[in-house]
């Protein structure tokens, strides 16, 4: 790895463990490219300097602590203005970075699917637009075709800016069809439950995801390993099936442009009937998460959708920490889900919460249609059948609005008695 150091500032309002917590995260991020955070140093302002975002003494500390160790970079902890990037670039000998360029550079490298490049590209263009310069020569093979060579200074610059322009209009179309095939997907799983897996990054999320679905998603203990939405199954009982979304994990300081661009693969968050938001129940800032998690959310969606908290990897807990951490949070989810602890309370919670969408009653189909007795199954579940004189008695249960496309699609049924939704909650 190479060796960097991370810049950041202490504002007065700023607690000083937040700086260390935020540098340590900074530290995560930068192994993800090979870097390792050997130095550390914070400086305390009112504001960012509007020039170099630190002072000209703190700049000048860091030339020679560059200087006197070989480091290969600096790495500041929040987003540098394009003006700011460039005056420490004629200052300093190496390279420097902020962390939004970290943060896009690790989901470029993660992106897989089509969509999340796409995601990925348009924010980097975002990014980089303020930034261009006229040796941004990859955009020139990028567009391709002649004249497009131009002069050397502003006109080069334009035509650079011409070709991002174009680029970001490209994939915003792009995007934009994702959305509408999203769309098409929903209408499809009309009679399904969606519920979403949101919590900040590396909380567990893709781990109980596979638990629960056995979907073989992607985990790892590293930072932004899941970037796509990625939907499965859950089978929670015959009648009750869960489409699961595991999503983006979140982080502070999220650039706003990768919020932004993210947005179209973040809808599965707003159109869920529900979201489990998951705790590290490990982390010793849980508060600070969890409002991180929140936060971006609130940014994404209006509407207000019901969340319940899921803190995992209790198992990492002494027995004092989780009954404090009960104590403040009763109506949580407490699980691991490596070890698979409290993942039948999980079960038994989404029953209880969505028993009221499903419904029994009593059909009857005469002996005439018995060819259409199996596809009962298709609508719902067969609890048990009765063969009487002149047909068959049958108990069904399934969702309200499924039994009345069953009863329009089959009109040979009879409905004996009407739904019981007291005989549901029963059978729970």
Excluded at 94 to 108: G, H, K, N
Excluded at 151 to 159: A, D, S, Y
Excluded at 180 to 206: D, E, P
């Amino acid at each position: 790895m190479l060796d960097v150091v991370l810049i950041g500032i202490k504002k007065p309002q700023d607690n000083s463990w937040e700086i260390e917590e935020y540098l340590d995260e900074l530290d995560l991020l930068v192994q993800n490219l090979d870097f390792k955070g050997r130095f550390r140093l914070v400086q305390k302002r009112e504001k960012p300097d509007v020039a170099c975002f630190v002072g000209s003494g703190m700049v000048e500390k860091i030339r020679q602590l560059v200087i006197n160790e070989s480091l290969k970079a600096v790495i500041f902890d929040d987003e540098l203005s394009p003006s700011q990037q460039r005056n420490l670039e004629k200052m300093l000998p190496v390279p420097v970075y902020d962390r939004t360029f970290i943060i896009l550079s690790i989901f470029s490298e993660r992106a897989k699917t089509k969509e999340a490049n796409a995601q990925v590209e348009l924010a980097r263009l975002k990014y980089e637009y303020p930034r261009l310069k006229k040796m941004w020569a990859h955009l020139h093979r990028q567009a391709g075709g002649t004249g497009i060579r131009g002069g050397e200074g502003e006109k080069q610059l334009e035509i650079d800016r011409r070709i991002a322009r174009r680029r970001m209009q490209k994939l915003e179309k792009t995007l934009a069809r994702f959305e509408v095939g999203r769309h098409t997907r929903k209408k499809q799983r009309q009679f399904l439950i969606n519920i979403a897996l949101v919590g900040y990054t590396n909380v567990g999320k893709s781990t109980l995801m596979n638990q629960l679905t056995k979907a073989h998603v992607e985990a790892d203990n590293r930072l932004f390993v899941t970037l796509d939405a990625t939907s499965r199954l859950w089978h929670v009982d015959p009648v009750l099936k869960i489409v699961l979304t595991d999503t983006v994990g979140f982080i502070r300081k999220l650039p706003h442009d990768l919020v932004a661009s993210f947005r179209s693969t973040l809808t599965e968050v707003a159109e869920a009937d529900l979201l489990f938001h998951v705790v590290d129940a490990s982390h010793h800032q849980i508060n600070e998460l969890m409002k991180a998690v929140d936060d971006v959310i609130g940014s994404l969606i209006d509407e207000n959708i019901p969340s319940v908290l899921v803190f995992n990897k209790v198992d990492a807990l002494n027995r004092l920490d989780l009954l404090s951490l009960k104590r403040q949070h009763p109506n949580a989810l407490f699980i691991s889900a490596q070890q698979k602890i409290g993942l039948d309370e999980l079960r038994r919670y989404v029953i209880d919460r969505f028993s009221d969408r499903l419904t029994e009653c009593t059909l009857f189909l005469d002996y005439a249609h018995t060819k259409n007795f199996y596809h009962l199954g298709e609508y719902g579940q067969i609890l048990h059948s009765s063969h009487l004189e002149d047909g068959i008695e049958v108990s069904f249960r399934g969702f309200t609005e499924r039994l009345e496309t069953l009863l329009r699609d089959m009109p040979e049924l009879e409905l004996v008695q009407e739904p019981d939704l007291e005989a549901v909650g029963e059978s729970r």
